[in-house]
C-alpha cells in the first residue's frame, strides 16, 4: 500500500510512507491534516487503511485541526468494507474509486489534483 501524507493545505510538504509498523505510521497519522491511502493495487490491505481510519477516529479530541482521510481503492474493495461515522468538522472520510464520480463535495480534491 502506499500512504500520501499531507501536513497542510497547500501541500508543500509531504510524506509517502510504503508499508510502516503501525506506532511510526499512527505518530505520521496523527500529524497530518489529509492522508492519502491508497489499495487499489493491494485488495488486502483493507484491513490496515480500516485500522488507520478507526485509529484517528479515536483520537479526535487529541486534533488540533480538522483532518481529511482519502482511500483511493477500487469499486469491489469499496463494496466489502464500511468506514466509522465521524464529526465532518473534525475528521473527514472519502472514498475514490477509480473511474467514477462518487460522493459529492469533490471539489475538497480540487487543490491537491
Given at each position: 500500500s502506499l500512504l500520501l501524507l499531507i501536513t497542510?493545505?497547500?501541500?508543500?510538504?509531504?510524506?509517502?510512507?510504503?508499508d510502516p509498523d503501525r506506532d511510526h505510521l499512527l505518530s505520521c497519522l496523527l500529524k497530518c491534516q489529509v492522508v492519502i491511502y491508497?489499495?487499489?493495487?493491494e485488495a488486502e490491505q483493507v484491513e490496515a487503511a480500516t485500522w488507520a481510519v478507526t485509529a484517528l477516529h479515536a483520537r479526535m479530541d487529541q486534533f488540533s485541526e480538522p483532518k481529511v482521510f482519502v482511500l483511493v481503492s477500487t469499486v469491489m474493495t469499496r463494496a466489502s468494507?464500511?468506514?466509522?461515522?465521524?464529526?465532518?468538522?473534525?475528521?473527514?472520510?472519502?472514498?475514490?474509486?477509480?473511474?467514477l464520480q462518487y460522493g459529492m463535495g469533490e471539489q475538497i480534491f480540487y487543490s491537491y489534483f
Open positions: 497542510n493545505q497547500s501541500a508543500d510538504c509531504v510524506r509517502f510512507l510504503q491508497d489499495i487499489s493495487q468494507s464500511s468506514s466509522p461515522a465521524t464529526n465532518p468538522a473534525l475528521f473527514s472520510t472519502y472514498v475514490v474509486a477509480s473511474g
